[in-house]
């Protein structure tokens, strides 16, 4: 497997920052088979681009995948956030920017704006989510759904509950959570994330 696979943060977030660099990953629609994939010794000995693992986008967490044996390795929410940060740049480079916001819901939170369009979340030092709205990001989950699939896309490969909130046309499947531009099956969606994100409703 050579290739595989998130309403305006201005809305959502506090604290938007730089615009960070694009990753180049192919969406697939093949969910990769779950084995152990080795991290570096040291995240500044990082892979060459053609050896760099893949980012998947998943619900509760994200997955390192292997592109040449298509093993992955997953990066639960609960993780330390030295541990993440460091997995993350392996497929992603440094984090174009870290911040916090003290006025989130669920309590002051911290974060990290990964090149590539994925902002993840950290409380007390833990991870606890991930988000992008970033139209211009490849990354989607292992089913290839992501920021600009289709809400027939959605439909077709989770069982989503779809209704109207504070932030729009928003949908929920099992712990992925996200927003559509519109209620047709060829609205797209604009926001996707997992976990505990800063929204403000």
């Given at each position: 497997m050579r ?5 305006s ?7 938007c ?5 694009n ?10 088979e779950?084995a152990?994939v ?5 995240a500044t ?8 693992p893949?980012l ?8 390192l995948v292997d592109p040449n044996?298509?093993r992955?390795r997953?990066l639960?929410f609960?993780?330390d ?6 997995a993350?740049?392996l ?6 920017e870290?911040g916090?916001?003290?006025?989130c819901g669920?309590g002051a939170?911290?974060f990290a704006?990964?090149?590539?369009g ?7 030092g833990?991870f ?9 990001t490849?990354l ?5 759904v992501?920021?600009g699939?289709?809400r027939k896309?959605l439909?077709?490969a989770y069982?989503a ?5 504070s932030?729009?046309e928003?949908f929920t499947?099992g ?5 559509l531009s ?5 609205a797209?969606?604009?926001a996707?994330w997992?976990g505990?994100?800063c929204n403000?409703r």
């Amino acid at each position: 497997m050579r290739n595989a696979f998130l309403v305006s943060t201005c809305l959502l977030l506090v604290a938007c920052g730089s615009e960070p660099a694009n990753v180049t990953v192919e969406p697939s629609n093949t969910v990769a088979e779950q084995a152990e994939v080795p991290l570096a010794n040291n995240a500044t000995e990082a892979p060459a681009p053609d050896n760099r693992p893949l980012l998947n986008l998943a619900p509760g967490a994200l997955s390192l995948v292997d592109p040449n044996s298509g093993r992955s390795r997953e990066l639960a929410f609960g993780l330390d956030r030295a541990t993440l940060e460091n997995a993350l740049e392996l497929a992603l480079g440094k984090p174009a920017e870290r911040g916090s916001n003290r006025e989130c819901g669920e309590g002051a939170m911290d974060f990290a704006r990964m090149p590539g369009g994925l902002l993840v979340w950290f409380q007390e030092g833990k991870f606890v989510g991930w988000f992008t709205d970033d139209s211009a990001t490849k990354l989607t989950t292992a089913s290839g759904v992501g920021i600009g699939s289709t809400r027939k896309d959605l439909t077709g490969a989770y069982t989503a509950e779809i209704s109207e909130s504070s932030l729009g046309e928003e949908f929920t499947a099992g712990e992925l959570s996200g927003l559509l531009s519109g209620s047709g099956p060829a609205a797209k969606i604009t926001a996707i994330w997992s976990g505990q994100v800063c929204n403000f409703r």
